[in-house]
């Protein structure tokens, strides 16, 4: 995957609330049928964070306000998730980060966040086949 659609793509699994790593994992998987590796989250967060678009607090990520109103612009010209993510990356493309000294990702931390992940999405089948009994 590109670079700046594989930073559209982590930043769109932020989103604009505060959320837990396996809860960007979740989201993740659901645009995109898989989860960033390591290696690519961990520059995606620390590339969004420098070119201001996300801020870390703790253990929650979100996305700043500009980088909210670049997401809505571009969903004002999308038709559908696909184009969103395609429009997002070519925006991207004309960020420049600076080193704000954003905090990568440990591997410890990534760890967490699968085990949370996968806990996540065994919690939700449980849920949806309890729904449907």
């Given at each position: 995957m590109?670079?700046h659609?594989?930073?559209?793509?982590?930043l769109?699994s932020?989103?604009?609330?505060?959320?837990?790593?396996g809860?960007v994992?979740?989201r993740?998987?659901?645009?995109?049928?898989?989860?960033?590796?390591?290696d690519?989250l961990?520059?995606?967060l620390?590339w969004?964070?420098n070119?201001?678009?996300?801020?870390?607090?703790?253990?929650?990520?979100?996305?700043?306000?500009?980088?909210?109103q670049?997401?809505?612009?571009?969903?004002?010209r999308?038709?559908?998730?696909f184009?969103l993510?395609?429009?997002?990356?070519?925006?991207?493309?004309?960020?420049?980060?600076?080193?704000?000294?954003?905090?990568?990702?440990?591997?410890?931390?990534?760890?967490?966040?699968?085990n949370?992940?996968?806990?996540?999405?065994?919690?939700?089948?449980?849920?949806?086949?309890?729904?449907?009994a």
């Open positions: 590109d670079r659609k594989l930073l559209a793509w982590v769109l932020v989103g604009d609330q505060p959320r837990h790593l809860e994992l979740l993740a998987d659901g645009i995109n049928k898989a989860t960033p590796s390591l690519e961990r520059d995606s620390v969004l964070e070119a201001g678009c996300i801020k870390r607090e703790g253990n929650l990520f979100k996305t700043t306000k500009a980088a909210a670049l997401r809505n612009a571009c969903e004002e999308s038709q559908n998730l184009d993510w395609t429009l997002l990356a070519s925006e991207l493309r004309h960020l420049v980060p600076q080193d704000n000294g954003a905090s990568p990702l440990t591997e410890v931390e990534y760890d967490r966040g699968i949370d992940f996968r806990a996540r999405g065994a919690k939700m089948l449980r849920e949806y086949f309890e729904d449907d």
